[in-house]
RNA sequence: GGCGCGAUGGCCGAGCGGUUAGGCAGAGGUCUGCAAAACCUCGUACAGCGGUUCAACUCCGCUUCGCGCCUCCA
């Protein structure tokens, strides 16, 4: 299994530091509003990660942190005028809420800022201890770039060259070199009652310390993954990884993986450019949770994906395709337990969707593989070729590509014997009809089942009917 | 200005120095009373210009266009 290590900027084997245990850190959200499906790509992406380990047989030990204090989420709070945590706590619930309705598998913790200032603060002293952090007149604490050599390595930038633009140093005079970046902010005004005590006196922790603090409370000073969006390659993950390894004086993180952006109109969707859909905009538009996420998965992550409509359209029919063939599986299966051995098509498909999941997680790939397995399977069936036990083993094997995908709808149920009695009765009577060459009797009834929500099929052995 | 990405058929989107990506949409067919589902067939896609090579969508250079980051954006 290889990834892409933004660390090394190219594919390296993974191999992780203990045996079959895969530990990593994802860069969760900043709670002061609905997340937007371009954040959730980052969290489709990670989520592919960690079911793909799994699927490769590691125990994945995972991390994502809330953020729930800074400028926006305390600018938020005294707008809304009341406290930080209530101000926070629904969108925390509503990022739960949607990691579900993506079917993203929970991470094992998901570590507040707010309730890890004492790792914090702990952090900092041991960056003071390193002589890599130094306190302002105001109070705030800054973390010495100039101290550490290796800064930059990860983002690779050459901080001598910075442009000095206006996100520059506007607000902070009172850092010794614009490179350095803040620790610990001391309270002012603007932060109402939002503040910790420290040695330091009053103030609040910086955005990239909470990540360094947690991160090793729970997964130690060194562990395997860590991912987050493009975005915070810089300067979030370089000050991330200056303040760890600038305290423990060890590596920090092995493989660092990110995402690339979601697109609308070519552009970046964010909130600051307003060309955003929240997952509830789209849910309220009638498309489902599986579709989204499908659309989201279906590009490297590594490429930008464009956001079309048209591309959710499409997952819809893809999805159904799918859902389909798993159907016609468990209806040839009936009770057989799946044979031991796949037949041969399956076992070469299983290969590609493997190896293209393996590298680097190559999931357009791997979901080609399933669309071969879908057609080749599909004639299978049609041939009447494929004995109960092998339908067994293909449905087992779809079930099994899905524990990666996680967009398949199994179990979708259409046999006749439990049908409502109306259901029943009409389509007793659409037998009548369709026996007696009463076909416009026959397609009314049809009609009819439709409005009540179940399709009509009609094949060699009669009706099939299915709830829609 | 610095660093970095990208340009693939109607749409989405992989990929590789020589062999079909895949999905959706569209056209034709098989099956069917019709439909649906499924399957089969169908598109001389690789921004432009040079170069390397027996061979380039794939490597190199240039051009055009687009995008991202450059101090609290996933």
Known sequence: MQ???????????FRSLAGRQARIYTCGPTVYNFAHIGNFRAYTFEDILCRTLRYAGYEVQQVMNLTDVDDKTIRGSRQAGVPLKAFTQPFV????????????????????????????????????????????????VYFKVAALPAYGKLAHLDLSSLRT???????????????DFALWKAWDAS??????????????????IECSAMGMKYLGETFDLHT??????????????????????????????????????????????????????????????RELRYVLINGHYRQPLNFTFEAVEAARTSLARIDEFSDRLAEAARTATPAPELPEWAAAYRNLFNTALFDDLNVPEALAALFAL???????????????????????????????????????RGANGELPAKVAQLVEARRIARQTKNWAEADRLRDELVR?????????????VKKL
């Not at 290590?5 to 594919?11: A, E, G, M, P, S």
């Not at 990691?99 to 707010?114: C, D, F, G, H, S």
């Not at 939002?194 to 006196?201: H, I, L, Q, T, Y």
């Not at 109109?265 to 949770?289: I, P, V, W």
Request: aromatic share 10%; net charge negative; with cysteine.
């Open 3 to 13: 990834f892409y290590n933004t660390l090394v900027r190219h594919k390296e084997i």
């Open 93 to 140: 619930d509503a990022f739960f809420a949607d990691l579900r309705t993506l079917n993203i598998e929970p991470a094992a913790v998901y570590p507040a800022a707010t309730d890890h200032v004492p790792e914090m603060i702990a952090l900092i002293q041991r960056l003071f201890a390193n002589g890599l952090a130094y306190h302002s007149e105001d109070g705030s």
């Open 452 to 464: 009540l929500g179940w399709e009509v099929r009609d094949g060699k052995d009669g009706q099939k």
């Open 374 to 412: 879908v057609r080749e399977g599909n004639t299978a069936l049609q041939a009447t070729v494929l004995p109960p036990s092998g339908a067994a083993a293909v449905r087992a094997l779809v079930a099994d590509f899905d524990r990666v995908l996680g967009v398949v709808s199994f179990g979708r």
């Open 191 to 208: 932060d109402g009652d939002v503040a910790w005590d420290s040695p330091w006196g009053r103030g609040r922790p910086g955005w990239h």
């Open 228 to 289: 987050g969006g493009i975005d915070n390659l810089f300067p979030h993950h370089e000050n991330e990884l200056a303040q760890s390894e600038g305290a423990t004086g060890k590596p920090f993180v092995n493989y660092w993986m990110h995402c690339a952006h979601l697109r609308v109109n070519g552009e970046k969707m964010s909130k600051s450019l307003g060309n955003f859909f929240t997952l509830r905009d789209l849910l309220a538009k009638g498309y489902a949770g």
């Open 165 to 179: 633009g206006a996100r520059v140093a506007q607000d902070e005079y009172e850092k010794e070199s614009v490179g």
